[in-house]
């Protein structure tokens, strides 16, 4: 339902508020959509909003937001609350039309993990969940397709590639290369200036490791990563990370938080001393170790799922057999 509400504030200057109320839940994602950020005539980049509020589901479904509430103080004026570990909401200076801002939050979602490997994707499932319709969700998908982060099987629905140890070993290498040498000019261009703000990043990590919330600690990590990254001064060097994490991310979400931690926090102590030494090569060296050990667990459970796979396809050839 779209409602259109016009009013005059004082002085007599008219201002149009577009209120966007999906109060319908779907029955995939048990979610509401609000858009609730007013736009003023006179100020087109008015920042708007998109609030989820979110109900329960499953594990495995995909929603595209957080939970974010909204409630009403006794002085009637909007107070935003957000649920910590769930996916961030889609709070942006764009219009939600617009499949720019579309593609950049399902990299986003897919760069932390939040897609599972093999999952199905449809064109109506996101426009629900955006609150948009097919056409810009369509633009953003096909750049990722063609970004190789998702898959378009004919005749199928869109999905995220399966995790196989050939797509490991394909993007494991790059990601050493290109993240060690991101981490090397980060050190050069900011040296010890980075190191207490990757040290809070790393506390907040560790805050999560007792309760397992494995959706705030991949976003901490992603957070942590592109904190570094994002410093080196070679653009063109981060385009190419994200595009590998956009790849590689799915296969985050397969394993547990606690099993990743072990190592994390460790190498992120290392990180952060090659920061504070302002030693380029140790601070490199232990990012390269940092995804080197987050990949053994993920790969142990990649030979464990084919395992299993075969065994299944044995039993039943000897079934068919008889």
């Not at 994707?121 to 970004?147: H, K, V």
């Not at 919330?213 to 990563?225: E, P, S």
């Not at 994390?264 to 140790?282: M, N, S, T, W, Y």
Request: proline share 5%; charged share 25%; glycine share 6%.
């Amino acid at each position: 339902m779209q409602v259109l509400i016009s009013r005059r504030k004082a002085g007599g200057s008219r201002i149009r508020t577009y209120w966007l109320a999906r109060l319908k839940a779907h029955s995939h994602f048990g979610a509401r959509i609000c858009l609730v950020q007013p736009l003023e005539e006179d100020d087109r980049h008015s920042e708007s909003a998109l609030y989820m509020h979110e109900a329960a589901k499953p594990a495995a479904e995909f929603t595209p937001s957080n939970c974010t509430a909204l409630k009403k103080q006794s002085t009637g004026t909007n107070h935003m609350t957000t649920k910590t570990g769930q996916m961030p909401s889609f709070a942006g200076r764009r219009p939600i039309l617009d499949n720019e801002f579309i593609y950049n939050e399902l990299k986003q979602l897919l760069m932390i993990g939040e897609f599972l490997p093999g999952q199905k994707i449809t064109l109506p499932m996101l426009a629900d969940a955006f609150g948009t319709s097919q056409m810009p969700i369509r633009e953003a998908t096909n750049r990722l397709i063609a970004a190789r982060a998702i898959e378009a099987p004919p005749r199928r629905s869109l999905c995220i590639p399966e995790a196989t140890t050939e797509r490991m070993d394909s993007l494991l290498p790059l990601r050493l290369l290109l993240e060690g040498e991101a981490t090397r000019l980060a050190v050069i261009a900011k040296g010890a200036e980075l190191a207490q703000e990757l040290a809070a990043i790393t506390e907040e990590m560790d805050s999560k490791v007792p309760s397992e919330d494995i959706k705030a600690y991949l976003r901490l990590n992603q957070k942590f990563h592109f904190h570094v990254y994002q410093t080196c001064g070679n653009p063109e060097l981060v385009d190419m990370i994200e595009l590998l994490w956009m790849r590689y991310g799915p296969m985050l979400n397969i394993v547990r938080s606690g099993v990743l931690s072990k190592s994390g926090h460790k190498r992120h102590l290392e990180i952060i001393k090659g920061f504070q030494d302002q030693d380029p090569e140790a601070a490199a060296t232990a990012m390269r170790a940092d995804i080197q050990d987050a990949a053994v667990p993920i790969r142990e459970v990649i030979e464990s799922k084919l395992r299993e796979q075969e065994t299944v396809a044995e039993g039943r050839k000897a079934v068919r057999a008889r």
